[in-house]
């Protein structure tokens, strides 16, 4: 990649369809057409609560992203970090966790790292805690429907 000049944004009209669903494509996050099926899929992850932190290129393309539930008072979730392959990582990382610190750094954040995230969260004061274990389940069911509109 060129070294070009990166955009931290939190404006999501920034934010096609088209680019977060070929972003979640690009780290294996699923596939892009099944993200597309739905029209409005960014404002259906990116709902009141939940921040987004994006990294853009000159040319707008999206390069890297952070997703975070939140109450803006007591405590925040990392639920992702995506970044592009095609980016220069370390360095996108570094921008999108400043600005989201900057942002929320107010309140308590919480994340689930691959090991290969946790230096660059380190570096962030967001470290392991002894006697704290992050717990998951998978989905059970298929991706949730969206009724039509009840009209009465």
């Known amino acids: 990649m060129n070294h ?9 009209n920034d934010i096609t ?5 070929g972003l979640y494509d ?18 259906l992850i990116f709902p009141p609560g939940v921040f987004g932190f994006f990294a853009l290129n000159e040319d ?6 952070i997703r975070v539930f939140s109450d803006d008072y007591i405590c925040s979730w990392i639920a992702e970090m995506c970044i592009a392959p095609r980016a220069e990582g370390a360095s996108i ?3 999108l966790l400043k600005a989201l ?17 946790i230096e660059v ?15 998951s389940c998978a989905p059970t069911l298929g991706p949730r429907q969206y009724p039509k509109p009840f009209i009465h």
């Not at 369809?17 to 669903?21: F, I, K």
């Not at 707008?60 to 992203?65: V, Y």
Request: net charge negative.
């Open 121 to 135: 969260y380190k570096k962030f004061g967001i470290t392991a805690k002894k006697k704290l274990t992050a717990l």
């Open 26 to 43: 690009s780290v294996g996050y699923g596939s892009a057409e099944s993200y597309l099926a739905h029209d409005n899929f960014v404002k």
């Open 4 to 12: 070009s000049i990166i955009t931290i944004t939190t404006e999501l």
């Open 93 to 95: 990382k570094e921008a």
């Open 60 to 65: 707008k393309s999206l390069l890297g992203m």
């Open 101 to 117: 610190t900057d942002r929320l750094g107010h309140t308590a954040l919480f994340t689930e790292a691959f090991d290969e995230e």
């Open 17 to 21: 369809n088209e680019l977060l669903a």
